[in-house]
């Protein structure tokens, strides 16, 4: 249900971005959606408990994706398995982290996995 929810404003999203802002073929598209959520990003540290500028920074996120030539179904497909892969990870204890600072996965598995296969 909720895949089907997303499926649908993808392609919502899709149909407007074309018609408004040109095809996602058109050159440097990408370019100006990152530029575009770097203003977002500022407007959010201005600002942080506005919602609408938390969407203006996931609606972009989309819009970056499409523009790459992703569909729909594989945007609504890689959000789901990127929250599982973070679901999976294996994180430190919050409260060991400086508040204010991202909170990184521990990589140990992934560069002992990489440190075997030179
Ligand atoms: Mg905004």
Redesign the pocket.
Known sequence: MTELILHHHLHRQRDFSERTFGPYSRPLRTEGAIDHIK??VR??EANPA?L??WI??AILSFEGALSQGYSPEAIAAALEAKQTKNENRKWPDWRSVEPGKAIEHDRTAEVLERSAYP
């Open positions: 203003k977002e407007e959010i506005d609408e500028e203006d920074l």
